[in-house]
């Protein structure tokens, strides 16, 4: 066995040459330090001459410049350019309305509403004249007005006060029997507390000026009566063109008496009820009739002792929407007899027409089936004329509808066209709808191209359109009529 066994690496003492001999274990250390990193050189801001040359020199730098300059001019020039476009383009500009213009008026006769109330009137006579002089008129009236202001209406026309034998004589003598003053003046308080104008119906008296025999000088004439009643306070009063009242000659003595008694804030007013399809001309006189009228009252309807079909009722609404005079102010009202299904869209054709609608008693409201819908819609229309103003100041357009091509689900070549207009305010555009036919009605794609096709429901005769709608998915029910407010699509302002 060797001895050298230190040769070999075993034992305690390690062998020449290797790791743990003598000779190494005095050479290596015995802690190896890491290696430090070379110190590189600190941070440092650049110069300006570095700057450039990293920026690409000072042409770049140029450049940049006139950039800024041009972005900022350009946006100053669009702001300018936008502000020149608002400020000169043109605008509706707004007339200001008479109250007369944004009223609703009421047509009333007391002695069928105490009729209805189960009283019964008293008619006295005097001076040969019958003068429906009732004891309890004014109560009956009066009970019936916070619930005609709010549904909107502004002023009442009272009519059958005074029967055809009445003259200017009778007008003064029946206003000074004590009893119809105080019934008078306590409608007009009431009236006035209410913010209600009353207008007396003079179209049955003969108020052309004729006297009674023996009385000619000291029998007061028209004036000295339109006096009396003005001095109680009554906001004006309405004649029939067919009146000989209705004259140049009488009108200028009317608007004499009115000039006495009118303000910016009380203006008084004269309303010719129109019986025929053109309201004839004063005497050949070459002023315009609007210079001494202030209010034409139409009916849609011709006037019939029948029941009017649809057909005529379709011919007399379009014959309405296609010939209109622009220089008096219109108030319409239904006039003839039709069948109750279009009572309501008449309604809504005669809330919805330029000029002042004029309600009826006993005809839109009250005598409908169903109450509660028909107070309903006219609430509704007499709010949305007082909110909106393309419905008071708003141009009309009418937009004929070409029922060839109309995508009806029941076709049939009689029934009665779609009828339809335009009311337009700046860019808010109303559209009503007018189906008068009993079928229902479906809009044609190609219709009235120029028109948003997207609209919100403001109301109808059924009560039953809400939200949102499109009009090429519309249909229209039977004798229904549909008022929507017009806006482009992602757009509901």
């Known amino acids: 066995m060797p001895l050298n066994a230190g040769d070999t690496g075993y034992g305690s003492v390690p062998g020449p040459g290797l790791p743990g001999a003598a000779g190494s274990s005095e050479e290596a250390p015995l802690l190896i330090p890491e290696t ?15 700057l450039e040359v990293a920026a690409g020199g000072p042409g770049w730098r140029k450049v940049r410049c006139y950039l800024v300059l041009l972005f900022w001019l350009s946006w100053v020039s669009m702001l300018a350019i936008s502000v020149a476009i608002i400020t000169m383009s043109p605008r509706p500009v707004a007339t200001p309305l008479r109250w007369w213009q944004k009223s609703l008026f009421y047509q009333l006769q007391p002695e069928v509403l105490l009729e209805a109330r189960g009283s019964e009137g008293i008619i006295t006579t005097l001076n040969s004249a019958k003068l429906l002089t009732l004891l309890d008129v004014s109560e009956a009236v009066c009970e019936q007005l916070p619930f005609l202001r709010s549904l909107g209406v502004g002023a009442l026309i009272l009519e059958g006060l005074f029967k055809k034998e009445a003259s200017p004589l009778n007008l003064t003598a029946v206003g000074k029997n004590s009893g119809m003053v105080a019934q008078i003046q306590h409608l007009l308080t009431e009236s006035n507390k209410a913010d209600l104008k009353v207008v007396l119906d003079f179209c049955e008296p003969d108020l052309s ?8 000088d000291e029998s007061p004439n028209l004036s000295h ?62 002023q315009i009739n609007a210079t001494m009228v202030d209010v034409v009252m139409r009916s849609i309807l011709p006037y019939s002792h029948r029941l009017l079909s649809t057909q005529e009722v379709a011919d007399a609404i379009e014959r309405h929407l296609q010939t209109r005079e622009e220089h008096v102010w219109p108030s319409w009202t239904v006039g003839g007899k039709t069948s109750h299904d279009l009572k309501n869209l008449l309604m809504v054709l005669m809330m919805t027409l330029p000029g002042s609608p004029a309600v009826q008693y006993d005809e839109e409201i009250d005598q409908t089936q169903d109450k509660e819908k028909a107070k309903a819609l006219f609430t509704s229309l007499s709010r949305s004329r007082f909110r909106e103003e393309a419905l008071l100041y708003g141009s009309f357009t009418f937009l004929p509808f070409n029922t060839s091509s109309s995508n009806s689900t029941v076709s049939s070549p009689s029934s009665p066209p779609v009828l339809a207009f335009l009311r337009s305010w700046g860019c808010v ?36 359109r809400m939200g949102s709608t ?15 407010k017009l806006f482009k699509e992602g757009n509901y302002s």
Not at 442 to 458: E, I, K, M, T, Y
């Open 225 to 286: 009566a339109l006096r009396f009643w003005l001095e109680q306070g009554v906001a004006g009063f309405a004649i029939c063109d067919t009146d000989a009242a209705y004259s140049e000659k009488t009108l200028l003595e009317v608007r004499g008496v009115f000039k006495e008694f009118s303000t910016e804030e009380e203006e008084r007013i004269v309303v010719v009820k129109q019986t025929t399809d053109v309201l004839r001309p004063l005497n050949n006189s070459s």
């Open 429 to 464: 555009h109303f559209l009503i709808l007018l189906n008068v036919g009993p079928e229902v009605q479906a809009l044609d794609p190609d219709w009235a191209r120029s028109l948003p096709q997207a609209g919100v429901f403001v109301t109808s005769t059924g009560m039953d």
């Open 470 to 484: 499109s009009l090429y998915t519309l249909q229209l029910q039977p004798h229904e009529a549909i008022v929507i």
């Open 36 to 50: 430090e990193p070379e110190r590189g050189r600190q941070w440092e801001p650049m110069s300006r001459q570095e």
């Open 209 to 216: 000026g004729h006297q009674d025999a023996g009385n000619t």
